[in-house]
């Protein structure tokens, strides 16, 4: 099993805080940019994921999205 969004996102987090000074608020801010680039540049990869996807798998698209809003909830 992959990890889920709720865990990227503190992944994330806890990727770039060391980056932003350990300011928790600029480091949910970089990984928000980050999800944001990924849907932004990759929307296409749904379509050839969908082939290696099973019944009930997040797609590429919907997983990054989740991901986003587990950050800005935090």
């Known amino acids: 099993m992959g990890t889920t969004p709720e865990e990227k996102a503190e992944q994330l987090i806890n990727y770039y805080n060391p980056y932003v000074g350990y300011k928790y608020n600029s480091a949910k801010q970089c990984a928000i940019i980050l ?33 986003k809003e587990h950050i800005e909830q935090l």
Do not use: M, R
């Open 35 to 67: 999800c944001d680039e990924i849907l932004n540049i990759c929307p296409a990869a749904d379509i050839g994921l969908y082939a290696l996807k099973d019944e009930g798998d997040t797609s590429f698209v919907e997983y990054w999205e989740q991901v």
